[in-house]
């Protein structure tokens, strides 16, 4: 009797979790794609505002190490954000997730 009532539960439930997972993805892959360039862009702003720090303070070797260490992580930011753009690109890609269609389910063959 269990093995029956896993089986129904395989067959009704299962595909609509495997289709609330794609909606997921697709989901999480919009928000990045929307909210990544705002954040590749302060990146980019925080890095050259330490390169202007740097070229200001020629003299000053303390206040060149600290826009140093403001370029640095603007090139560690601008990495992950890329990086984890591409990342998620590359698996709603390979899902095959990202033309928006529903994933084709198995189909019960017919017993007549």
Do not use: H
Request: hydrophobic share 55%; charged share 10%; net charge neutral.
């Amino acid at each position: 009797m269990m093995k029956k009532l896993f089986i129904i539960f395989g067959v009704i439930v299962m595909p609509s979790i495997a289709f609330a997972a794609g909606e997921l993805f697709t989901k999480v892959s919009e928000l990045l794609n929307s909210v990544i360039p705002i954040i590749i862009t302060i990146a980019v702003i925080y890095f050259l505002w330490g390169v202007g720090k740097y070229i200001m303070s020629s003299g000053d070797s303390e206040k060149q190490e600290e826009a140093r260490g403001m370029m640095i992580y603007g090139i560690i930011g601008l990495f992950v954000m890329v990086s984890v753009w591409g990342l998620v690109n590359i698996l709603v890609q390979t899902v095959g997730l990202d033309s928006g269609a529903i994933p084709n389910l198995p189909q019960v063959p017919s017993t007549r």
